[in-house]
């Protein structure tokens, strides 16, 4: 597995993050229809669409068999996976991972290091925990620019109300964007306040 054991240091606090770390994530593999006993598949993590990374799995009844190799040494590496479920509201029922470090039940495993494990385990955090009030702000307000259908970031103005919903939920969506909105701005303009006075002195 190309990579594995090299994730990146976040250039604030020195604490790697999540992005760093190449991803399993159980709900991918479930939604493709990979998580059938006795089948074997592969996935590759890609970056500006060159594969960085790539792993064979092999499902068992209630575990699976990872298999990669570590780019420094060649070595392959084979990591047994226990898989849980816990049954859905409406029927049904969820999977999970079982972290091999710690037992934890979780949705994402982290190839930080030798083997794959949690993210407590890795002691990974997560992107947004650097970011400030207004970048907190413009993402969550993304995010609603997303169900709306406009243009992603916030400088790219609003776009029209998309078609079949209802004025109602528009009009909340796009007040609570407009909220958040007005909150990164305002942190931008204290920040460049901030800066203004430091190259003034």
Same mark, same amino acid.
């Given at each position: 597995? !190309?990579?594995?054991?090299?994730?990146?240091?976040s250039?604030?606090?020195?604490?790697?993050?999540?992005g760093?770390?190449?991803?399993? &994530?159980?709900?991918?593999?479930?939604?493709?229809? *990979? *998580?059938?006993p006795?089948?074997s598949?592969?996935?590759?993590?890609?970056?500006?669409?060159?594969?960085?990374? !790539?792993?064979?799995?092999?499902?068992?009844?209630?575990?699976?068999?990872?298999?990669?190799?570590?780019?420094?040494?060649?070595?392959?590496?084979?990591?047994?996976?226990?898989?849980q479920?816990?049954?859905?509201h409406?029927?049904?029922?969820r999977?999970?991972?079982?972290?091999?470090?710690?037992?934890?039940?979780?949705?994402?495993?982290y190839?930080?290091?030798r083997?794959?494990?949690?993210?407590?385990c890795g002691g990974?955090?997560?992107?947004?925990?650097?970011?400030?009030?207004? &970048?907190?702000?413009?993402?969550?307000? &993304?995010?609603?620019?997303?169900?709306?259908?406009?243009k992603?970031?916030?400088?790219?103005?609003?776009?029209?109300?998309?078609?079949?919903?209802?004025w109602?939920?528009?009009?909340? *969506?796009k007040?609570?964007?407009?909220?958040?909105?007005?909150?990164?701005?305002?942190?931008?303009?204290?920040?460049?306040?901030f800066?203004?006075k430091?190259l003034?002195?």
């Amino acid at each position: 597995m !190309g990579g594995l054991g090299s994730g990146r240091r976040s250039s604030y606090s020195g604490k790697p993050q999540t992005g760093d770390a190449m991803p399993l &994530d159980i709900r991918h593999i479930t939604r493709k229809g *990979l *998580l059938v006993p006795g089948f074997s598949f592969s996935l590759q993590w890609m970056t500006n669409d060159r594969q960085v990374a !790539g792993i064979s799995i092999r499902v068992d009844v209630q575990s699976m068999m990872l298999s990669y190799r570590i780019k420094s040494s060649g070595e392959v590496v084979k990591q047994s996976v226990q898989l849980q479920t816990s049954p859905c509201h409406l029927g049904g029922h969820r999977h999970w991972f079982t972290c091999p470090q710690c037992g934890k039940r979780v949705a994402v495993l982290y190839a930080q290091g030798r083997y794959f494990g949690c993210r407590q385990c890795g002691g990974l955090g997560y992107a947004t925990q650097n970011e400030g009030e207004g &970048d907190r702000a413009s993402t969550r307000a &993304d995010k609603i620019r997303r169900r709306l259908g406009w243009k992603a970031g916030i400088l790219n103005g609003d776009g029209s109300k998309p078609k079949g919903m209802h004025w109602k939920t528009y009009l909340r *969506l796009k007040s609570h964007h407009d909220a958040l909105a007005q909150r990164s701005f305002h942190d931008i303009g204290r920040r460049l306040g901030f800066l203004h006075k430091l190259l003034a002195r």
